[in-house]
């Protein structure tokens, strides 16, 4: 059983598409995170949600909605994408507490915008 | 604000030789550190963390990791690389103000056979 899945692993879209990126996880975590790593492989943190409450949202476009349905799912919907918006993203999932802030990655989803 | 410096940003070696990875953070206090590994094609794993205790930490594949407060340092070693080692190496932080922690840039690792 993957731990954090992600789908679709690989997307090519137009500009100024509407996609969208899902991500469960069956760890039981209680929080969920996107990052997004361009072409220099950085890995830049996007949002994290903590039992389906927004906790962080660094300075992303508002073109990215991110929503959690359920602590166990963290979906990212990107409308008008652009060609800057090509990269990996990736989800991921930890448990805060005791032991926690070890991040589990999903497999990555590679976004392609033409 | 805690931040992440990887300095060797390509690294190449030829299988048997030692590695060693350079990670330095920005915050004073008590910090969580991590190394993940990035194979080529593959999501980020972790490769191994210090929370407390032993400053020196063992992790998978034959890495260690030491961990001296004085220079805010966390560096990743291994004394004999394989060509499988070929990856990106990313260092994290993460301090008790901060909720997430946060990655450095990363460093590129090309073993050759």
């Known amino acids: 059983d993957t731990a954090v899945s992600q789908t679709p692993k690989y997307l090519v879209t137009q500009m100024g598409n509407d996609k969208s990126i899902k991500c469960e996880q069956n760890?039981?975590?209680?929080?969920m995170y996107w990052y997004k790593q361009d072409s220099k492989k950085f890995l830049k943190i996007m949002f994290s949600?903590?039992?389906?409450?927004?906790?962080i949202n660094e300075t992303v476009p508002n073109r990215f909605s991110p929503k959690s349905p359920d602590k166990a799912h963290l979906n990212l919907h990107i409308n008008s994408l652009e060609l800057g918006d090509s990269a990996v993203y990736f989800c991921?999932?930890?448990?805060?507490?005791?032991?926690?802030?070890?991040?589990?990655f999903g497999a990555g989803s590679r976004l392609t915008v033409l | 604000a805690q931040s992440v410096s990887q300095h060797n940003h390509h690294v190449i070696l030829s299988e048997a030789a030692s590695l060693e990875l350079g990670c330095n953070y920005s915050?004073?206090?008590?910090?969580?550190l991590f190394w993940y590994v990035q194979y080529p094609g593959q999501h980020l794993q972790l490769l191994l963390k210090?929370?407390?205790?032993?400053?020196l930490v063992k992790g998978i594949k034959g890495f260690e990791a030491e961990f001296i407060k004085s220079k805010f340092s966390f560096n990743l070693r291994k004394p004999s690389v394989q060509w499988s080692d070929t990856a990106e190496y990313f260092c994290?932080?993460?301090?008790?103000?901060?909720?997430?922690?946060?990655f450095g840039r990363g460093t590129s690792l090309i073993v050759h056979p």
């Open positions: 760890l039981g975590h209680d929080t």
């Open positions: 991921a999932s930890s448990q805060q507490g005791t032991g926690a802030n070890v991040l589990t």
């Open positions: 915050y004073g206090g008590t910090v969580n």
């Open positions: 994290a932080v993460k301090s008790g103000g901060s909720y997430i922690p946060t």
């Open positions: 949600y903590n039992n389906k409450e927004l906790i």
């Open positions: 210090y929370f407390s205790g032993d400053p």
